[in-house]
């Protein structure tokens, strides 16, 4: 087999020279067809557009509910504080060890877990076997923001 009788492969095709005149075949319109919203130039429609038709996000029917002055609690175990074994806990203590992700948001204690050291705890809640707990153990609760009142 010579060189010259060698033959391109057929997954290689030449690309489509369009706009290049009539006897191209690809001329006049350059394989828009003719008129029409896709033959205009400038044609990029947004994602979900079908031509002017009720969009399917806005067709179908919408459920539930979002509250939006819902208040949400980073949640912490009294067994989590009892492994710190640290006398005052507060929030920016709990973040510095890792186990809240942000110490300007609201704190819960529940009473997951046996305390036997009294420990004093500042939080912005504190579920009621938490503060029994604490309580029995001899400890003290204070709710933060609230202008540090105790419970």
């Not at 060189?3 to 828009?32: A, D, E, M, V, W």
């Not at 707990?133 to 933060?144: C, E, L």
């Amino acid at each position: 087999m010579e060189k010259y009788q060698l033959k391109k492969p057929s997954s290689i095709k030449r690309r489509k020279r369009i706009g290049c005149g009539n006897s191209s075949g690809h001329g006049k319109t350059s394989c828009r067809g003719t008129k029409g919203q896709r033959a205009r130039s400038g044609n990029v429609k947004r994602p979900g557009f079908e031509g002017g038709q009720m969009p399917l996000q806005r067709r179908i029917p919408k459920r539930g509910f979002t509250n939006i002055f819902k208040s949400s609690y980073q949640i912490i175990n009294l067994s989590a504080i009892v492994k710190l074994e640290i006398g005052d806990i507060n929030p920016e203590l709990l973040f510095e060890k890792g186990l809240i992700k942000d110490d300007t948001k609201k704190v819960k204690i529940l009473g997951n877990g046996e305390i036997t050291k009294p420990v004093k705890i500042i939080a912005d809640s504190f579920s009621e076997s938490a503060i029994k707990k604490i309580r029995d153990a001899g400890g003290d609760i204070t709710i933060r923001n609230a202008s540090a009142r105790k419970i």
